[in-house]
């Protein structure tokens, strides 16, 4: 079992950064591939950025201000991001998968964090 808390989130201007973190639980976080999920108003939810042992992923819209990395020795995931526009206003999720690779398929992943909500206001 794992359990995944976000935190970091918060009321920002637009093109200005926030930094998500996600504290995990649990014994064999390294072997995780770990990403980041949003869901904006009245949107569903939609994969960010993933990273594992195969590599860092990004989804297109947020490509070149975002950054995703993981420290295993603290059992932590983090978001860096930067440039943040109107649009990116979400809740964001992190969650862990077993699935090899870089998964971005939401059915991939196993465990889920409760969100932190994201408002960049213009």
């Known amino acids: 079992q794992v359990q995944l808390v976000e935190s970091g989130g918060g009321l920002v201007q637009a093109g200005g950064s926030l930094r998500l973190s996600c504290a995990a639980s649990?014994?064999?976080?390294?072997?995780?591939?770990m990403g980041w999920f949003r869901q904006a108003p009245g949107k569903e939810r939609e994969f960010v950025a993933v990273?594992?042992?195969?590599?860092?992923y990004y989804a297109d819209p947020v490509k070149g201000r975002f950054t995703i990395s993981r420290d295993n020795a603290k059992n932590a995931v983090y978001l860096q991001m930067n440039s943040l526009k109107p649009e990116d206003t979400a809740v964001y999720y992190c969650?862990?998968?077993?699935?090899?690779?870089?998964?971005?398929?939401?059915?991939?992943?196993?465990?889920w964090g409760q969100g932190t909500q994201v408002t960049v206001s213009s």
């Open positions: 649990g014994r064999t976080f390294s072997s995780f591939a």
């Open positions: 969650a862990a998968a077993r699935a090899l690779g870089a998964p971005r398929r939401q059915d991939m992943y196993d465990y």
């Open positions: 990273i594992s042992w195969s590599g860092t």
